[in-house]
């Protein structure tokens, strides 16, 4: 397959190649590597909700003639059951979002539709939990991209502050042109991310508490598929924290050049 024909091309060349061979050999078999982990983390992902469900249903049946024990079960079942449904969305969103390397039909986005689209999903959450949630985007900020994969970034990232912080603090999401990159930054004043973890929350179902981010609904997807919409746009995600006074998450995508400073503004975007 493709090795053999890597192999034929760089024979006649030298040893200087046969690196590159081993690189891509290697390459190969890192991506198979992920899958075959991504595909064994989902199946252990998928046992757990659906193990609940089918204990829930039997006690169900046990409990069938004391109506508030089956009520009681039945919420949970549910609960259970949306978990379920969202996990398997996000398992679909990230499968898709690692199999695309680049964006198919980027159109330019506004970064202000973003982020207050991304907000509107999560007002009522932050307003229920008592956390102000501030907003502050540059004028004329624009990318390339794809306008709900952007919100589905934006709104994990605030969707984890108001998550991971106390009631009466304040989540704030700021975005700006520096240079010609357009930073989006969500600032919390939650617990924040010990250094030994800051690389590893990015892994797919990687939890700093499992059982703490279970309660809260958490899949551990979330910022795994921050990560690859960022990569997908030619970007990256990286987070700030000193590990005890809140993080800082803070999205970097290359500006369109409707944003830069002398360009002609852009015509409003559909
Ligand atoms: P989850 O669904 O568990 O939130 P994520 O991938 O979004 O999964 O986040 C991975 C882990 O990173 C979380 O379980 C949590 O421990 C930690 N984390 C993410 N965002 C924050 C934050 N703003 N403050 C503190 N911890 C966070």
């Known amino acids: 397959?493709?090795?053999?024909?890597?192999?034929?091309?760089?024979?006649?060349l030298g040893a200087r190649h046969v690196l590159l061979l081993v690189e891509d050999q290697s390459q190969a078999r890192r991506v198979e590597e992920v899958r075959r982990d991504f595909v064994a983390n989902v199946s252990?992902?998928?046992?757990?909700?659906?193990?609940?469900?089918?204990?829930?249903a039997e006690a169900l049946v046990d409990a069938k003639d004391d109506p508030e024990t089956v009520h009681r079960f039945a919420q949970r079942m549910q609960t259970e059951a949306k978990r379920l449904s969202a996990l398997i969305q996000e398992i679909v969103e990230l499968s898709r979002l690692q199999g695309a390397s680049a964006l198919l039909d980027p159109g330019l986005v506004d970064i202000e539709?973003?982020?207050?689209?991304?907000?509107?999903?999560?007002?009522?959450?932050?307003?229920?939990?008592?956390?102000?949630?501030?907003?502050?985007?540059?004028?004329?900020?624009?990318?390339?991209?794809?306008?709900?994969?952007?919100?589905?970034?934006?709104?994990?990232?605030?969707?984890?502050?108001?998550?991971?912080?106390?009631?009466?603090?304040?989540?704030?999401?700021?975005?700006?042109?520096r240079g010609e990159t357009v930073e989006i930054a969500v600032t919390d004043q939650g617990?924040?991310?010990?250094?030994?973890?800051?690389?590893?929350?990015?892994e797919?179902?990687?939890?700093?508490?499992?059982?703490?981010?279970?309660?809260?609904?958490?899949?551990?997807?979330?910022?795994?598929?921050?990560?690859?919409?960022?990569?997908?746009?030619?970007?990256?995600?990286?987070?700030?924290?000193?590990?005890?006074h809140g993080s800082t998450f803070t999205i970097r995508l290359p500006a369109a050049p409707e944003s830069l400073p002398g360009r002609p503004a852009a015509n409003a975007p559909s």
């Open 1 to 12: 397959g493709l090795t053999a024909h890597v192999q034929a091309r760089v024979a006649p």
């Open 44 to 56: 252990h992902e998928l046992k757990t909700p659906v193990g609940g469900i089918a204990i829930l």
């Open 113 to 177: 539709d973003v982020v207050q689209l991304a907000l509107d999903h999560l007002r009522v959450g932050a307003e229920t939990k008592r956390i102000t949630l501030t907003d502050k985007v540059a004028d004329d900020l624009y990318v390339r991209g794809d306008v709900d994969l952007l919100v589905t970034a934006v709104r994990n990232l605030v969707g984890n502050a108001i998550t991971y912080s106390e009631a009466g603090t304040q989540v704030g999401v700021g975005a700006r042109l």
């Open 191 to 202: 617990p924040g991310i010990a250094a030994a973890e800051q690389e590893r929350i990015f």
């Open 204 to 244: 797919r179902f990687y939890r700093i508490d499992a059982a703490r981010s279970r309660s809260t609904g958490g899949t551990g997807l979330g910022l795994s598929i921050v990560k690859h919409v960022c990569a997908n746009h030619g970007g990256d995600v990286q987070v700030w924290s000193d590990g005890e």
